[in-house]
């Protein structure tokens, strides 16, 4: 049989996952029986033997598993995920949970129980994407503007998503109170909303920069008409072939 990480939680259910670098694990209620789950793993042997043996690819999770070992990605490489031994300090200070060092991710945490670690790694990647996003999203819209200077400035916000890289929604509004007796009937723009998925931020800063675009040129092409793509070939002429990096990359889930 497999040897296998267990990882117990108050589910009602036996999980197995194949994760990237080949490691085992399972989750499992609270009170199921070691010897119950060794033979359900048993009972799965031709399955994790045929997941082991298929090529990997690269995918992003809505949440990771964040046991040692596991690959996690971040602006398009592959990182090893490393918990700190306990009396391992962060080069930055004690406030540093999360560093990037070599090919690893290494966590910082007291408390080294797996729903602490996976906490403190997916927030890290919350801060970063917003960080990465709202830089990126800045040079993206100086050009933009340039090109279309009556264009509003959209509002950005992130939030994980399980089936869109992102989204641009704009709708009007009317005056109200005073202003509108002043201008009876005058509807008015509100700024686009622009919503990007925090997982971007395991992309590489290119297809990100691809998406952004994107969202931004439905500011002038609501749809996707033949016009909406050539106004995004001139700003990402190769926009195909980002999206399928961007594809090959980021698998959803």
Same mark, same amino acid.
């Given at each position: 049989?497999f040897?296998? !990480?267990l990882?117990?939680?108050?589910?009602?259910?036996?999980?197995?996952?194949? =994760?990237?670098?080949?490691?085992i694990?399972?989750?499992?209620?609270?009170? +199921?029986?070691?010897?119950? &789950?060794?033979e &359900?793993?048993?009972?799965?042997?031709k399955?994790?033997?045929?997941?082991?043996?298929? $090529?990997? +690819?690269?995918? =992003? $999770?809505?949440h990771?598993?964040?046991?040692?070992?596991?690959?996690?990605?971040?602006?398009?490489?592959?990182? &090893?995920?490393?918990?700190?031994?306990?009396?391992?300090? $962060?080069?930055?200070?004690?406030?540093?949970?999360?560093?990037?060092d070599?090919n690893h991710?290494?966590?910082?945490?007291?408390?080294?129980?797996v729903?602490?670690?996976?906490?403190?790694?997916?927030?890290?990647?919350?801060?970063?994407? =917003?960080?990465?996003c709202?830089?990126?999203?800045?040079?993206?819209?100086e050009?933009?503007?340039?090109?279309?200077?009556r264009?509003?400035?959209?509002?950005?916000?992130?939030? !994980?998503?399980?089936?869109?890289?992102?989204?641009l929604?704009?709708?009007?509004?009317?005056?109200?109170?005073?202003?509108?007796?002043?201008?009876?009937?005058?509807?008015?723009?509100?700024?686009?909303?622009?919503?990007?998925?925090? =997982?971007?931020v395991?992309?590489?800063p290119y297809?990100?920069?691809q998406?952004?675009?994107h969202?931004?040129?439905?500011?002038?092409h $609501?749809?996707?008409?033949?016009?909406?793509?050539?106004?995004?070939?001139?700003?990402?002429?190769?926009?195909?072939?980002?999206?399928?990096?961007?594809?090959?990359?980021?698998?959803?889930?």
């Amino acid at each position: 049989m497999f040897s296998y !990480t267990l990882i117990r939680s108050r589910r009602t259910t036996v999980q197995i996952s194949i =994760l990237p670098d080949r490691t085992i694990v399972v989750r499992a209620p609270q009170f +199921v029986p070691r010897q119950k &789950i060794d033979e &359900i793993v048993a009972s799965k042997d031709k399955w994790i033997q045929k997941k082991i043996s298929t $090529p990997p +690819v690269s995918a =992003l $999770p809505l949440h990771h598993a964040c046991v040692p070992g596991e690959t996690i990605m971040y602006l398009g490489k592959p990182y &090893i995920l490393r918990i700190a031994a306990a009396d391992e300090k $962060p080069a930055g200070g004690r406030r540093i949970q999360v560093c990037v060092d070599g090919n690893h991710l290494v966590v910082f945490s007291r408390n080294r129980a797996v729903s602490d670690v996976q906490r403190t790694v997916e927030t890290w990647l919350r801060n970063q994407a =917003l960080t990465v996003c709202t830089e990126i999203f800045a040079v993206c819209w100086e050009r933009f503007s340039g090109r279309y200077p009556r264009a509003v400035h959209p509002e950005l916000h992130l939030r !994980t998503m399980k089936t869109r890289w992102g989204s641009l929604s704009q709708q009007t509004v009317r005056h109200a109170g005073l202003l509108r007796a002043v201008l009876p009937g005058r509807a008015v723009t509100r700024p686009p909303h622009m919503t990007l998925n925090t =997982l971007l931020v395991c992309a590489e800063p290119y297809c990100i920069k691809q998406v952004i675009y994107h969202e931004l040129c439905h500011i002038v092409h $609501p749809d996707h008409s033949r016009a909406f793509y050539e106004t995004l070939a001139s700003f990402v002429p190769d926009w195909k072939e980002t999206q399928k990096r961007l594809e090959e990359t980021f698998r959803m889930v």
